[in-house]
């Protein structure tokens, strides 16, 4: 027996709910549960701990045909990716064994990064991990923690002894609370939520590598898969307006002729193909780079996540532009993308801290 694609996993599981996911705001959770223990949530995890040993190009190429279908589902699949990668990269061989396994089998995750007063500056995260003995208590509020509505499991980032550590606090723990943010922007069925944690006491074996890390190295490291998985679900974005612009274009007349006839609408269709083609070419190299464990990954994923969402972001409009009323209403692919692709500018990292990252890259040599 042939076995299922993932791509053709998903299309299968979305069908055409996407937008009544987006209007409802939610997801069945059963149905995401399925996805996850079918590995489909965090594809990088090795055969061994059930998952399916995907590389990031094959990874991207995933993120992107789900970005085309539903971007609050590919923002699942990223949450849960980062959680199993910073895994993979910190945890001790007995927490991989103990965790890796639950995020291939149906368990849902979430990573906890920006605070009240941290977002961009990461430094100047309050939540604190505080060791106790053969325990650990976290201390701390977290925002716009997506998935999180969802997670069993909640990857929280916090200062810890010198420096930070990651934690894996259960969801069901006592003193955590977690708030669904109400009607955000974009991804809206994402499970966007603010989590506070009040004295949450666990073992000190759910801090991950049992000990304490460098905050920039450990969050850069978080956000790199992150960036990537965004960039290439900013791809699926692109290729949705670009299938959308085209096919109204090419049915929709005006003053007697097919719109992508009148060479004002025709430059907006050559636009999005470019748009779509140089993210795919960012994306494809910084999995190239991902792959090939090179020293270039770290700028390459930023580059993707720059000119992915930055382009997506734009040809939304542009794809809006062609559809004119056509496209705007709640629910259909375009307003969607017009909503999801503004998100995307600033999660993992906004336009402007890619662009402060990249420049700080070009000087650095000089």
């Not at 971007?71 to 993979?88: D, E, K, N, P």
């Not at 069925?189 to 944690?197: F, W």
């Not at 993707?304 to 809006?320: E, F, I, L, N, P």
Request: proline share 4%.
């Amino acid at each position: 027996m042939t076995a299922v694609r993932p791509a053709d996993r998903v299309s299968a599981a979305v069908g055409d709910q996407a937008a009544a996911w987006d209007l409802a705001g939610r997801i069945p959770v059963d149905l995401v549960r399925e996805l996850g223990s079918a590995g489909l949530l965090c594809t990088q995890v090795p055969t061994r701990y059930g998952g399916l040993g995907l590389s990031s190009m094959d990874t991207g190429e995933l993120a992107a045909h789900t970005g085309t279908l539903c971007s609050s589902l590919r923002s699942l699949m990223t949450s849960q990716g980062m959680v199993a990668w910073t895994i993979q990269r910190y945890a001790t061989p007995e927490q991989r064994a103990a965790y890796l396994p639950r995020l291939t089998g149906g368990e849902l995750a979430a990573a906890a990064f920006s605070e009240p007063s941290a977002g961009s500056d990461l430094s100047a995260m309050r939540t604190e991990i505080v060791p106790d003995g053969d325990f650990v208590e976290v201390r701390g509020h977290k925002v716009w923690s997506t998935g999180a509505a969802y997670a069993d499991m909640i990857l929280v980032f916090g200062k810890y002894e010198d420096g930070a550590a990651a934690v894996v606090v259960p969801t069901s723990a006592p003193g955590v609370h977690i708030e669904r943010i109400s009607e955000p922007v974009g991804c809206r069925a994402a499970g966007h939520t603010n989590v506070r944690l009040d004295s949450v006491r666990l073992p000190a074996d759910a801090v991950l590598g049992g000990g304490s890390q460098a905050l920039p190295f450990l969050v850069t490291s978080a956000l790199a898969y992150g960036r990537i998985s965004v960039a290439w679900g900013c791809v699926g974005i692109l290729r949705a307006c670009l299938r959308e612009a085209a096919r109204h274009a090419s049915t929709r007349e005006q003053f007697g002729t097919p719109l992508a006839k009148h060479q004002l609408v025709a430059r907006h269709l050559a636009e999005l193909l470019v748009s779509e083609q140089a993210a795919t070419r960012a994306c494809e190299h910084a999995s190239r780079c991902w792959d090939d464990n090179s020293p270039d990954m770290v700028m390459a994923t930023v580059m993707a996540k720059y000119v992915g969402s930055t382009q997506a972001a734009r040809s939304a409009q542009t794809a809006m532009q062609v559809l004119a009323s056509a496209g705007a209403h709640d629910g259909h692919p375009v307003a969607r993308a017009l909503r999801d692709a503004k998100l995307m500018e600033i999660i993992e990292g906004s336009s402007e801290i890619c662009q402060l990252i990249l420049a700080d890259h070009v000087t650095a040599g000089v």
